[in-house]
């Protein structure tokens, strides 16, 4: 398995909180990605990283914001967490090269009550 | 507008028999399609792929047929094993443009009965 690691796995917080989900990569990969799983909608970018500090946004990266401050850390934060972001989030790294296929995390699953 | 379709939620097949999963894309930028498959509370895990210059591309007991013509692929699996039920997501990309970021269909559940 390639060396990702999502924390926290699950979460559960209230309407109107800031919420972090952190992803951590041992692989030394360029980049980095966010996606979101919601039932009927498959997985959709939010927001993906092409270095330290070099970000972009995806298809649905409105109300989420990221950083990278290291190579092996890639961060998502959800300002003000609104019910609409319950949803199962995974992390994803590639080098980048050619051919070189996406790998995924496990997952964080996030509540928003 | 969806660019990469799975137009079956879900596929049931007996063990020992064929799998087909079928995928279509509205993107003629595609030129990289991948499979991958999902097992509950767990990530997805990438099966297989073929670049948009080959028409088929086969590992082990899975098979991607691409048919760019009719922006149609297919992932066949054989023989269908119990251990391959999962969600399996289609996904596409443009390396050239994207970085390889991937645009993913909505997945087709497949159940193989023993």
């Known amino acids: 398995d390639a060396g990702i690691t999502q924390s926290p796995r699950h979460k559960v917080t209230e309407t109107g909180t800031p919420v972090t989900l952190r992803c951590h990569q041992t692989e030394n990969h360029r980049y980095m990605y966010w996606y979101r799983q919601d039932p009927g909608h498959g997985l959709r970018l939010i927001h993906y990283?092409?270095?330290?500090?070099?970000?972009d946004k995806g298809e649905v990266s409105d109300g989420y914001s990221v950083s990278r401050s290291k190579t092996e850390d890639f961060l998502l934060t959800l300002e003000s967490a609104t019910s609409s972001q319950t949803s199962v989030y995974f992390c994803?790294?590639?080098?980048?090269?050619?051919?070189?296929?996406?790998?995924f995390g496990n997952g964080t699953r996030l509540t928003v009550t | 507008d969806q660019q990469v379709k799975q137009n079956s939620p879900s596929l049931s097949v007996q063990e020992g028999r064929i799998s087909i999963l079928n995928c279509d894309y509205t993107n003629s930028m595609f030129d990289y399609f991948l499979w991958y498959k999902k097992y509950p509370a767990e990530g997805p895990t990438f099966l297989i792929s073929i670049s948009s210059i080959k028409d088929k591309n086969e590992d082990g007991r899975f098979t991607v047929f691409l048919n760019k013509s009719a922006k149609h692929l297919s992932l066949h699996i054989v023989p269908s094993q119990p251990g391959d039920s999962a969600v399996y997501f289609c996904a596409a990309t443009n390396y050239g443009g994207s970085q390889g970021n991937l645009i993913f269909g909505k997945g087709t559940k497949l159940s193989v009965k023993p």
């Open positions: 990283s092409y270095g330290v500090k070099d970000t």
């Open positions: 994803a790294i590639s080098d980048g090269v050619l051919g070189s296929p996406l790998h």
